[in-house]
């Protein structure tokens, strides 16, 4: 499938344009072999307006700005006159350019295999990639590119208050063996153990200049400012690995035991406190299957739950458990100054000893069905 959409904003020269593409496609090579695929790519192209300031924003300088003027007259838009009022509406929708494109592929895949009637192995595969790039040109008659103020342009790629040229990825794949057999007709067992490993990668630069020679390269050609602006790069990335492991049983189709089990492992943390154990389990009981309660016609469904169960909490930054060192000049005898870094205080103390947060979860519940009409109370 595809599609494609366009769609003008209220104010001229901006609008949102997105282009995207899915596709599905599986097949089953043997009767124990089976493998798919799943695409999907999209394309987006914005175009923004200047609307969020007080002084430069179009809307409000369109609403002030003098009739009497003409914006498009180049004595008009070189003047500084009506400065201290507005900004010329006709220059910022002519000779202002702000423009994020952003494209977005993600594909998941996955082989299975068929190794007994009750076993089974699948491999799944997973991969998302972000790129988006913006660019930032504000020409000779609009107030930040002030030809009259010696500014001559103003150009950005990811300027500062957009910090949005970056790129982002992550990867994960599954490797899952599953267990699923009945014996006796009594006895039901379903249990899966697999190995799982996510691995995130992001980046991001920005770079700005002013004093072009002209507006017609606008911010494609940053090396023809001659007054070029602060660079910003910055890198990170993390990665998560788990073994997992849970099983399923069931008695009768009257009595139901679930456990589980998971051992996680973070980048995030110091080595000693990289690895945390989660456990979960539960117990139910269907007693709309019992005699005595059909005997009663009263209940077409009750069952009784118990659960427990511990999750883990890493949300924390990719390397809040190492110092941080930043640029710093530093006065030594005869008061000459040499540069050097120190390390950064406002992030707070290094806590070593942080490790993956556990949150543990009680629960109680009990199923009901009257004349087919089910109803769920949980405490």
Do not use: C
């Amino acid at each position: 499938s595809g599609n494609y959409l366009k769609q003008q904003g209220i104010i001229k020269e901006s609008g949102f344009t997105r282009y995207s593409i899915r596709a599905n496609m599986g097949r089953k090579i043997k009767s124990w072999l089976d493998m798919g695929v799943n695409i999907s790519f999209s394309h987006t192209d914005t175009d923004f307006s200047r609307t969020n300031s007080n002084d430069y924003g179009v809307i409000r300088s369109a609403l002030v700005f003098p009739t009497t003027y003409d914006p498009s007259d180049d004595e008009t838009l070189n003047s500084d006159e009506l400065s201290w009022l507005a900004s010329n509406p006709y220059a910022y929708i002519n000779s202002a350019k702000d423009n994020l494109k952003s494209n977005n592929v993600f594909t998941s895949s996955y082989l299975e295999i068929k190794l007994f009637p009750f076993l089974k192995f699948r491999q799944n595969l997973g991969i998302n990639y972000t790129n988006r790039e913006r660019g930032t040109y504000y020409g000779r008659r609009t107030s930040e590119g002030s030809e009259a103020n010696n500014i001559n342009g103003k150009a950005g790629q990811s300027t500062n208050w957009s910090k949005s040229d970056n790129f982002w990825q992550n990867l994960t794949a599954e490797s899952l063996v599953t267990f699923d057999k009945t014996f006796k007709k009594i006895h039901s067992v379903n249990a899966v153990g697999g190995f799982t490993v996510e691995k995130r990668d992001y980046g991001s630069k920005s770079m700005s200049a002013t004093g072009f020679p002209s507006d017609l390269t606008q911010e494609y050609d940053m090396s023809l400012g001659t007054l070029p602006g602060k660079l910003k790069s910055d890198r990170t990335d993390s990665s998560l690995a788990s073994f997992l492991g849970r099983i399923n049983y069931t008695l009768m189709d009257k009595y139901i035991f679930t456990a589980s089990y998971r051992v996680d492992g973070s980048s995030k943390f110091t080595e000693n406190n990289k690895w945390a154990n989660f456990l979960s389990g539960a117990v139910a009981w269907r007693l709309s299957e019992e005699k005595f309660i059909k005997n009663l016609n009263i209940f077409s469904n009750l069952k009784l739950r118990l659960s427990y169960g511990e999750t883990g909490n890493q949300g924390i930054g990719s390397y809040r458990t190492l110092p941080m060192l930043n640029p710093a000049n530093y006065p030594f005898s005869g008061g000459a100054i040499s540069s050097g870094f120190a390390e950064v205080e406002w992030r707070g103390p290094v806590a070593e000893d942080l490790h993956w947060e556990t949150t543990a979860q009680y629960n109680a519940g009990l199923d009901i069905g009257f004349f087919n009409n089910p109803v769920n109370l949980t405490v």
